[in-house]
């Protein structure tokens, strides 16, 4: 459970935790192990339906006569399958048998010149459809989803489709994830140090501008808006970009707040810190869940972060691993 995870000082700081956690530093202090899953990882491409193309990463596991099982793992907002979350918990499955696929949402780990148009979190579509398509091409079973943040949020997202798609889901993990997108928005902006703020926008104006050297015939933003704050130009490529006609209606577009995830049927597990300092835990203590679904608050963590100690290696992968194994078991 989330409350056995105890770090000593200063892990115990939500503010540490994060900072730590996609850092340069832990990329260099963490053990080889974690960095398994890049080894004869097959670089593939992913149908998203009507014409959108994914990139992602297959990786086979060698330590058991037969697979486990697929584990799929999404990134986070402006993060990518070579995340070092991503890489971690992948890593720690694939040593415990099961393939791995690690999936890029749109314009995300280089992928910005494959589709014309521009990322948002409410293409919930493409990812479904990219989901059954990697269950088709891989069929090991049990199929189980684990993602951390905006991942974290599409993740619960598709096991809310997958019945209605035929998608063989048998389970989903969200750490992290975003449950109101609104509150989450506000908090960056009001009640988050401003770094945070400051190397989200900064990854995406990164982010934008590769996109716009992918497709110079098009417009995707003026260059006054790129110095518009996290609300400010949200809101102006929201308008620009999609069909909905206010920021207030995307962003209730993505939400799983409330009510939304009572009538999930695949079951599935909430993972947040109650010290994370991106995303406020008083969401998630509003959610109405169903009785399959378990929701698990630990006093520490940060956002995605859950590291244990100065070799970086995370509580998360432990935590995932024990309830992925269980399906097989």
Excluded at 120 to 136: F, P
Excluded at 272 to 300: H, Q, S
């Amino acid at each position: 459970m989330g409350r056995d995870f105890r770090p000593s000082w200063p892990l115990t700081s939500g503010h540490v935790q994060t900072m730590l956690s996609s850092s340069g530093v832990r990329r260099m202090l963490l053990p080889r192990r974690a960095y398994q899953v890049l080894e004869g990882a097959q670089t593939v491409m992913v149908d998203g339906g009507d014409g959108v193309r994914l990139t992602g990463a297959y990786t086979a596991q060698k330590t058991q006569a037969v697979s486990r099982g697929l584990a799929v793992l999404f990134h986070g907002w402006e993060g990518s399958l070579d995340s070092t979350y991503v890489l971690q918990t992948g890593s720690r499955l694939l040593a415990d048998g099961w393939d791995i696929f690690r999936l890029n949402f749109r314009d995300h780990g280089e992928s910005h010149g494959l589709n014309e148009a521009l990322f948002h979190s409410c293409r919930i579509d493409e990812v479904v459809h990219a989901l059954g398509d990697i269950a088709q091409r891989w069929p090991a079973r049990p199929l189980a989803l684990a993602g951390f943040s905006l991942g974290g949020n599409f993740a619960l997202r598709v096991a809310m489709q997958a019945p209605a798609k035929s998608i063989p889901l048998s389970y989903a993990l969200a750490v992290c994830p975003i449950i109101d997108p609104s509150e989450g928005l506000f908090s960056l902006e009001e009640t988050a140090p401003w770094f945070y703020q400051a190397y989200f926008m900064n990854k995406w104006r990164h982010s934008l501008r590769a996109k716009q050297a992918a497709f110079p015939h098009r417009e995707y933003f003026e260059l006054q808006e790129l110095k518009q704050n996290l609300r400010g130009l949200t809101e102006a490529l929201v308008l620009r970009h999609t069909d909905f006609g206010s920021l207030q209606a995307y962003l209730d577009g993505y939400s799983v707040a409330g009510r939304a995830l009572a009538s999930l049927q695949i079951p599935a597990t909430i993972l947040t810190a109650r010290d994370d300092p991106v995303i406020p835990v008083d969401a998630f203590e509003k959610l109405e869940l169903p009785g399959n679904v378990e929701l698990d608050i630990a006093t520490y963590g940060g956002h995605c972060g859950f590291i244990r100690g100065w070799d970086m290696t995370s509580f998360c992968d432990d935590y995932i691993a024990a309830r992925f194994n269980a399906l097989t078991e």
